[in-house]
């Protein structure tokens, strides 16, 4: 159901390339804030230049990383992560100080960056930090705040999406018999339960139900409405909704 940008979790894999979008993030001194609320191709182009403009300033730090030179990518990683766009300058610290690699290992200063990097919408740190919290590793064990970002970072990809292709299975009879009543049970499972995502502020699931009102997934298509869901991810920090902005702004002009 979902158009996902990569990300890369390992140390080995992630130190290799960039993410091509980071982060959205709250501020009104900034570039986005500034954007003409009006004009939902304005806010994405915005956002999508400031994210071109973060990987080439990044590049040279990817070079050091892929090279093992820890110790003097650390502080241009630092630098970077002052823009809390950059997620990924945020959570390549939160792995070089759970790794122990150019730092001293610190689970607390792990969570920080790991933290920085969750609240600006990136997917294994929210796991991370899910996971953290659940554990007691670096934090103050809460299990209460583990759900939260586990719903942040797992519950759309893994429980919803799973409801939405169940649906579609049967509603198609391929794998299984085909089956209406089904097809349609599990498609309004997935339905609420992004409405109630959603709610709760998850971009994810703004994003996926901004989909299912541009194709009609369940719901009458309504491009105004799905430009409203993706506007709403946006600001909750999901980075693929600039791109979804920007198709639609392209599709009307």
Same mark, same amino acid.
Do not use: C
């Given at each position: =159901?979902?158009?996902?940008?990569?990300?890369?979790?390992?140390?080995?894999? =992630?130190?290799? %390339?960039?993410?091509?979008?980071?982060?959205? #993030?709250?501020?009104?001194?900034?570039?986005?804030?500034?954007?003409?609320?009006?004009?939902?191709?304005?806010?994405?182009?915005?956002?999508?230049?400031?994210?071109?403009?973060? /990987?080439? #300033?990044? *590049?040279?730090?990817?070079?050091?990383?892929?090279?093992?030179?820890?110790?003097?990518?650390?502080?241009?990683?630092?630098?970077?992560?002052?823009?809390?766009?950059?997620? +990924?300058?945020?959570?390549? %610290?939160?792995?070089?100080?759970?790794?122990?690699?150019?730092?001293?290992?610190?689970?607390?200063?792990?969570?920080?960056?790991?933290?920085?990097?969750?609240?600006?919408?990136?997917?294994?740190?929210?796991?991370?930090?899910?996971?953290?919290?659940?554990?007691?590793?670096?934090?103050?064990?809460?299990?209460?705040?583990? !759900?939260? +970002?586990?719903?942040?970072?797992?519950?759309?990809?893994?429980?919803?999406?799973?409801?939405?292709? %169940?649906?579609? $299975?049967?509603?198609?009879?391929?794998?299984?018999?085909?089956?209406? $009543?089904? *097809?349609?049970?599990?498609?309004? /499972?997935?339905? !609420?339960?992004?409405?109630?995502?959603?709610?709760?502020?998850?971009?994810?699931?703004?994003?996926?139900?901004?989909?299912?009102? +541009?194709?009609?997934?369940?719901?009458?298509?309504?491009?105004?409405?799905?430009?409203?869901?993706?506007?709403?991810?946006?600001?909750?920090?999901?980075?693929? !909704?600039?791109?979804?902005?920007?198709?639609?702004?392209?599709?009307? $002009?």
């Amino acid at each position: =159901m979902t158009i996902r940008n990569f990300r890369f979790s390992a140390i080995g894999i =992630m130190l290799m %390339l960039i993410p091509f979008t980071q982060a959205f #993030a709250q501020d009104n001194t900034s570039l986005i804030a500034m954007s003409n609320p009006a004009n939902p191709g304005a806010v994405a182009d915005a956002y999508l230049s400031h994210a071109r403009a973060i /990987r080439k #300033a990044d *590049a040279p730090i990817v070079h050091l990383l892929n090279h093992s030179a820890y110790t003097q990518a650390v502080p241009l990683l630092k630098k970077a992560a002052a823009d809390k766009y950059d997620f +990924w300058a945020a959570d390549t %610290l939160g792995q070089l100080y759970q790794a122990g690699l150019g730092v001293s290992a610190n689970s607390q200063t792990a969570f920080h960056w790991y933290l920085q990097a969750a609240e600006a919408g990136d997917r294994f740190a929210q796991r991370q930090v899910a996971n953290a919290y659940l554990n007691g590793w670096g934090v103050t064990r809460n299990p209460q705040r583990a !759900a939260f +970002w586990f719903r942040q970072g797992l519950m759309v990809p893994q429980v919803v999406n799973a409801d939405f292709w %169940l649906g579609k $299975t049967y509603a198609a009879g391929k794998l299984m018999p085909k089956n209406p $009543t089904k *097809a349609a049970w599990y498609e309004g /499972r997935s339905l !609420a339960l992004l409405k109630q995502l959603d709610a709760e502020h998850v971009g994810a699931a703004a994003y996926d139900l901004g989909i299912a009102y +541009w194709h009609g997934y369940g719901v009458k298509k309504d491009a105004h409405q799905a430009e409203q869901y993706f506007r709403r991810a946006l600001a909750e920090h999901y980075p693929p !909704a600039a791109a979804a902005l920007q198709h639609l702004e392209e599709k009307n $002009t």
